[in-house]
């Protein structure tokens, strides 16, 4: 079965600092991997997603990702947070074939310091 | 515009009432999902649909149900047998998976969430 870990539930970083979230899958094929982030009580909004090719993606907002799959890793990561990127982020894991569904991870708030 | 509708905003039950959530997408998507989002939990899967009159169980079927007669429409009952229904409930549709990898744009997309409260 596919699974999505995020091992850190909360980060908070100061305004202009890097940004790194991790994001760890299992899956038996080639994964299709999103980030989605959400601000609170809203809906998801999606970031970036890979699904073959170059490894490194870039999404919207400045932020972008890296797909390792020796470390079975899709890490987002961003040069220099903004206040408005406080929010809660979220990976997933998409399957594909007759039983295609997304399976999320169980998010990391972050929180930015002015 | 094309989008994901949930309807309503905030919804009160009383213990023992079924209610139903309302998920509308104009999107021509073929895969609908329904989403369950507790604190500290993420989201956890509770039905999805890949085509009209079929759907699926997710991780956390148990005490809701759903329906999926026309493509544009996927909606929510949450069952008197659901014991902990207060949370908020997120619908979302995509290209199905599997036809989506031809394209790459199997992403889904996200209503802005139903908050159910029972009181």
């Known amino acids: 079965a596919q699974s999505v870990t995020q091992p850190d539930i909360h980060i908070t970083v100061s305004e202009g600092a890097s940004l790194e979230l991790r994001c760890n899958y299992s899956?038996?094929?080639?994964?299709?991997l999103f980030w989605y982030v959400q601000s609170p009580g809203q809906g998801l909004q999606l970031l970036l997603k890979?699904?073959?090719?170059?490894?490194l993606v870039q999404g919207i907002k400045g932020f972008e990702a890296e797909f390792k799959r020796s470390q079975s890793s899709f890490n987002l990561r961003k040069p220099s947070v903004h206040w408005s990127d406080a929010a809660e982020y979220f990976c997933?894991?998409?399957?594909?074939?007759?039983?295609?569904?997304?399976?999320f991870g169980t998010g990391t708030r972050l929180q930015v310091t002015l | 515009d094309g989008g994901i509708t949930q309807s309503p905003k905030y919804l009160f039950r009383k213990e023992g009432q079924n209610v139903t959530l309302s998920c509308e997408q104009n999107?021509?998507?073929?895969?609908m999902y329904w989403y369950r989002q507790d604190p500290g939990q993420g989201l956890r899967l509770i039905y999805y649909?890949?085509?009209?009159?079929?759907?699926q169980k997710g991780d956390i079927a148990e005490g809701y149900s759903v329906s999926r007669e026309k493509k544009e429409s996927f909606p929510l009952t949450v069952t008197s047998a659901q014991k902990n229904p207060t949370a908020f409930y997120l619908c979302?549709?995509?290209?199905?998976?599997?036809?989506?990898?031809?394209?790459?744009?199997?992403?889904?997309?996200f209503g802005q969430g139903t908050r159910l409260t029972v009181v």
């Open positions: 979302a549709s995509s290209i199905d998976l599997s036809a989506g990898t031809l394209t790459g744009t199997t992403e889904a997309f």
């Open positions: 899956y038996g094929a080639t994964p299709y």
């Open positions: 890979y699904f073959s090719g170059d490894t």
């Open positions: 997933a894991v998409g399957s594909t074939g007759t039983a295609s569904k997304l399976t």
């Open positions: 999107l021509n998507h073929d895969a």
């Open positions: 649909s890949q085509i009209v009159n079929d759907f």
